[in-house]
T-cell receptor, first 115, second 114 residues
Framework: DQQVKQNSPSLSVQEGRISILNCDYT??????FLWYKKYPAEGPTFLIS?????DKNEDGRFTVFLNKSAKHLSLHIVPSQPGDSAVYFC??????????????FGTGTLLAVQP | NAGVTQTPKFRILKIGQSMTLQCAQD?????MYWYRQDPGMGLKLIYY???????DKGEVPNGYNVSRSTTEDFPLRLELAAPSQTSVYFC?????????????FGSGTRLTVV
């Protein structure tokens, strides 16, 4: 049961343009949503997050939008740079075992920013 | 500040062998996690710990064991390795702050079972 889905395995964008990465979820009880960036042979790096009570969070070139009615979130990168080329994971936070949050990850989207 | 350190980075095991994947963090974080990532898949939670002496199962615990004798260390033990355990393993940690600030991940251990 895939509770967090990233339906686009890959995305190619020109340098300077906007990159939009999408994520859908099924569980309305998720309380936080996070985006991670991963380069080859490295661990995921936290990028940006949003609380389920917000609909937008912005940090520099990165903005995350949350549409709770559609159970959909997206990450916008403006302007895109070649160094943004990486795999991007969407993750959602849920209470687990009643005591702590756990992150449920999507399958990732490989972003390639072309110079 | 090293963050989360995982050793080894690579390992090849034969079927039936055992090994321990090491994970250490120097941030005094209470919460620690073990994930595995299979090709084309997201990260799946194996085990987690909310503090020294306290561990619990995640989504895919079969074939693994953990211990948490100190705040810093959270080793993952594989007993009787099987080809299905070929994967990349990531250890992560977070402090008592809200999940809003995310986890800190190690760089991973790539394990192949042949």
């Amino acid at each position: 049961d895939q509770q967090v889905k990233q339906n686009s395995p890959s995305l190619s964008v020109q340098e300077g343009r906007i990159s939009i990465l999408n994520c859908d979820y099924t569980n309305s009880m998720f309380d936080y949503f996070l985006w991670y960036k991963k380069y080859p042979a490295e661990g995921p790096t936290f990028l940006i997050s949003i609380s389920s009570i917000k609909d937008k969070n912005e940090d520099g070139r990165f903005t995350v939008f949350l549409n709770k009615s559609a159970k959909h979130l997206s990450l916008h990168i403006v302007p895109s740079q070649p160094g943004d080329s990486a795999v991007y994971f969407c993750a959602a936070s849920a209470k687990y075992g009643g005591a702590t949050n756990k992150l449920i990850f999507g399958t990732g989207t490989l972003l390639a920013v072309q110079p | 500040n090293a963050g989360v350190t995982q050793t080894p980075k690579f390992r090849i095991l034969k079927i039936g062998q055992s090994m321990t994947l090491q994970c250490a963090q120097d941030m005094n974080h209470n919460y620690m996690y073990w994930y595995r990532q299979d090709p084309g898949m997201g990260l799946k939670l194996i085990y987690y710990s909310v503090g020294a002496g306290i561990t619990d199962k995640g989504e895919v615990p079969n074939g693994y064991n953990v211990s948490r004798s100190t705040t810093e260390d959270f080793p993952l033990r594989l007993e009787l390795a099987a080809p299905s355990q070929t994967s990349v393993y990531f250890c992560a940690s977070r402090g008592g702050q809200e999940i809003f600030y995310g986890y800190t991940f190690g760089s991973g251990t790539r394990l192949t079972v042949v």
